[in-house]
Nanobody, 121 residues
Framework: QVQLVESGGGSVQAGGSLRLSCTAS?????MGWFRQAPGKEREFVAD????????YNADSVKGRFAISRDNAKNTVYLQMNSLKPEETAVYYC?????????????????WGQGTQVTVSS
């Protein structure tokens, strides 16, 4: 069983920045960030392979968010800049349970508990 522990959420004014962290137990996995706003479905934000390759939900976060990882710490980060009020949501870390997977698909086998991000106008 993989455990994901998130941190770094909080409250910020529009235009501000936050950095989220997610540490995984066990082996090295492809990991991603998702978010769920009140009354909306959970949506993909970004993911990063264990080798460091990344993808983004380009329409919503292009140029403002950056995902990275430190394999020595088994930790993934999401740097969020120029935050907007509509990005207020619970942000979740997810992990693909296929350790060291090199394919193009991402399946979320494990979820973190979520961390609240609130952006005020």
């Amino acid at each position: 069983q993989v455990q994901l522990v998130e941190s770094g959420g909080g409250s910020v004014q529009a235009g501000g920045s936050l950095r989220l962290s997610c540490t995984a137990s066990g082996r090295t996995y492809n990991m991603g960030w998702f978010r769920q706003a009140p009354g909306k479905e959970r949506e993909f934000v970004a993911d990063v392979t264990w080798r460091g390759g990344s993808r983004y939900n380009a329409d919503s976060v292009k140029g403002r968010f950056a995902i990275s990882r430190d394999n020595a710490k088994n930790t993934v980060y999401l740097q969020m800049n120029s935050l907007k009020p509509e990005e207020t949501a619970v942000y979740y870390c997810g992990a693909d349970g296929r350790a060291y997977y090199s394919g193009s698909s991402f399946q979320t086998d494990y979820w973190g508990q979520g961390t609240q991000v609130t952006v005020s106008s």
